[in-house]
């Protein structure tokens, strides 16, 4: 009897850890990622470019309407209205500068971008302004005929003034919170 109710607490902590690793909100390994939103499926190829002395990782958004085959090409407009295909993280050194994290919330998804900014004398080691950007999926509306069907627009931006708090530690906490203020 106490084996069986052994087996039936581990199978069901064995559920619930699955089901907990897939809602991971920072897929940041390479590979395939897609979430179901809007009717249909957003997926994110996460690649990587590496050599001797730099280091990034190239983040490829596309949309599957659920009644369409075709892969729509999803931008990420930066705040000067420019369209990243694709969106590309960044290093200086071993140090992290640009990176990004997709959050699911309430029936949409974000990609949330943290950058850092130093002074002219500094060195990435070094305190400094970390922006959180809140990039929100939307689709374009009969209006919009020029542009992307797609895209990944700024919505939100938390600042982080003079922080001695890691690019990685910024997207961790991002991910517990809402694009609010």
Request: net charge positive; charged share 25%.
């Amino acid at each position: 009897m106490n084996r069986i109710i052994i087996l039936s607490c581990l199978f069901a902590c064995t559920l619930y850890a699955g089901s907990a690793g897939a809602a991971d909100p920072t897929p940041m390994a390479q590979g395939l990622h897609h979430w179901p939103v809007m009717g249909g499926k957003l997926m994110l190829v996460v690649g990587t470019y590496q050599d001797t002395i730099s280091y990034r990782r190239s983040y490829s958004f596309y949309f599957k309407e659920a009644r369409d085959e075709a892969w729509n090409q999803v931008p990420v407009i930066r705040k000067k209205g420019e369209a990243a295909f694709p969106w590309e993280s960044a290093s200086g050194g071993e140090v992290t500068i640009a990176d990004g994290i997709v959050v699911p919330r309430a029936g949409t998804v974000y990609f949330v971008v943290a950058d850092k900014r130093i002074g002219r004398d500094s060195s990435y080691h070094d305190k400094g302004d970390i922006t959180a950007t809140w990039n929100k999926l939307s689709q374009a509306s009969d209006d919009e005929a020029d542009g992307p069907a797609y895209r990944l627009q700024p919505v939100f931006a938390r600042s982080y003034r003079n922080s001695a708090l890691t690019v990685e530690d910024v997207l961790a906490r991002e991910a517990k919170l809402k694009p609010a203020k």
